[in-house]
């Protein structure tokens, strides 16, 4: 036996149907999507576009959210080197969190956030801790940009054994 609901005339949807459709409903508008009008939204947009990059279009997108110090950075890179440090890359984004917004008397804004991450694809995964600032600055656009960042400290986790023997420290 097969329930059907008619919303209008002409659509008629099964108790299955809208059982697997509402779920994905909600999903998809729970979902954030970061977006550039602020200091946070670009900051972590731009960190999700560079951990999650599948192909070297993934630099224009990176260079769309960059200016200053961070956009000369990525157009010295040549298609190898976008390749080597974003493309081949075990990273996995852990999270990326924004702690210390300060507007600067230009208008830029500093952002301190702390940045987790791990490497490899084992369970015996390393983890990253990085505290860093980004400096954004807001375009004619009305979208921020990512102007340079700094690394402040960084922290490592290894689960498995740090092993020095003398003639590793040569």
Not at 35 to 50: M, N
Not at 79 to 99: C, G, H, I
Request: glycine share 6%.
């Amino acid at each position: 036996m097969m329930f059907h609901y008619k919303i209008r005339k002409g659509y008629e949807f099964s108790f299955i149907q809208i059982l697997f459709a509402v779920p994905l409903i909600i999903a998809i508008g729970c979902t954030k999507t970061p977006k550039a009008e602020s200091p946070e939204g670009a900051l972590q947009k731009y960190v999700q576009i560079a951990f999650g990059a599948k192909s070297f279009a993934d630099k224009q997108k990176l260079a769309e959210l960059s200016t200053g110090e961070a956009l000369e950075y990525l157009n010295t890179m040549n298609e190898e080197d976008f390749k080597m440090q974003f493309l081949d890359s075990n990273l996995r984004l852990v999270s990326v969190k924004a702690k210390d917004k300060r507007q600067e008397s230009d208008g830029d804004v500093s952002l301190v956030y702390e940045l987790e991450y791990k490497d490899g694809k084992s369970e015996q995964l390393t983890t990253y801790s990085n505290k860093k600032i980004a400096f954004l600055t807001q375009g004619a656009d009305g979208f921020w940009k990512i102007k340079a960042t700094k690394n402040l400290k960084t922290f490592i986790e290894k689960t498995d054994d740090l092993v020095i023997t003398p003639d590793s420290t040569n």
